[in-house]
């Protein structure tokens, strides 16, 4: 694939990285990710990877944009307010870069349809706010030998961790079950600083881009945290894979 010359000028500053430089933009442009959740994560890490330039960025949401939603999902606008959040999605997306393609998936993501969900990407962004999808996409992109990045956040804190097949422990092997309903409380309840979304929606969708590229050190096998508050990140050493997971581990 050799670059337009509209590509090469607006994928500059990529080409000058030697870690990028043209092949790696062309396989950005050859690549799909799939973002589950057009909230506030999926918000800055779907418009990161559409201005990089993944030639397929998939948005899948069930819900509709509400007023409440525009204090930290800056994929919508007061104006479409009502409106199908993954249309809106869309629509931000093209006006960023209108040729990535983005298919569209106005559906709750559930056991009867998350496998084909995935069929088609490289790469899945976990950045849905409820643990029963969270273990639901660790489970079936392990089955199906999808990396994805999964990420959290709650008031003035976030969490990331990537899972890449043999390469670390995933999801479930860390968290092990969801919790008892009403456990934890959501974001509903004790609310959320918006610009947290950005923050660590923008490091899933570097993970992504450092996957599809090949290039640095993933957060396999580790656990970044961040307190807005004390300004201070922290990385977690996880266990290896636990042979008795459920969804990972190899018995016998």
Same mark, same amino acid.
């Given at each position: ?12 500053? @990529?080409?000058?990285? /030697? ?15 799939? %973002?589950?959740?057009?909230? $506030? ?11 990089? !330039? ?5 948005? &899948? ?14 994929? @919508?606008?007061? *104006?479409?307010? $009502? ?6 999605? /869309? ?6 870069? #209108?040729? %990535?393609? %983005? ?16 069929? *088609? ?21 392990? &089955? ?5 990045? @999964? ?13 890449? #097949?043999?390469?670390? #422990? ?14 934890? #409380? ?7 600083? $918006?610009?947290? +979304?950005?923050?660590? +929606? ?11 590229? !090949? ?16 300004? *201070?990140?922290?990385?977690? /050493?996880?266990?290896?894979?636990? /042979? ?7 018995? +016998?």
């Amino acid at each position: 694939m050799a670059l337009a010359p509209e590509q090469t000028e607006r994928y500059l500053r @990529h080409i000058l990285l /030697k870690e990028v430089g043209i092949v790696g933009q062309e396989k950005l442009l050859g690549s799909k990710v799939l %973002v589950i959740g057009a909230g $506030g994560l999926g918000s800055p890490a779907a418009m990161y990877l559409a201005a990089a !330039g993944v030639g397929t960025v998939g948005i &899948a949401d069930a819900d509709k944009v509400d007023l409440s939603n525009l204090q930290r999902q800056i994929l @919508h606008s007061t *104006e479409r307010i $009502g409106q199908a959040k993954v249309l809106s999605a /869309k629509d931000t997306i093209k006006s960023i870069n #209108p040729e %990535v393609s %983005v298919p569209v998936f106005q559906e709750m993501v559930s056991s009867e349809n998350i496998m084909g969900l995935l069929q *088609e990407y490289d790469f899945i962004l976990d950045c849905t706010d409820n643990f029963e999808t969270k273990f639901l996409i660790n489970d079936a992109c392990v &089955a199906t030998g999808k990396p994805f990045s @999964h990420a959290g956040i709650l008031r003035f804190r976030g969490q990331l961790m990537t899972y890449v #097949p043999g390469k670390g #422990p995933c999801y479930r092997c860390v968290f092990q079950s969801p919790p008892p309903k009403d456990a934890v #409380p959501s974001a509903k309840e004790t609310g959320i600083i $918006g610009a947290m +979304g950005g923050v660590i +929606g923008s490091l899933q969708a570097m993970e992504a881009i450092k996957y599809l590229l !090949g290039i640095g050190d993933l957060l396999t096998g580790r656990l970044l945290t961040y307190d807005a508050l004390k300004m *201070e990140f922290r990385m977690v /050493k996880l266990p290896k894979e636990n /042979k008795l997971c459920p969804a990972c581990g190899k018995i +016998g």
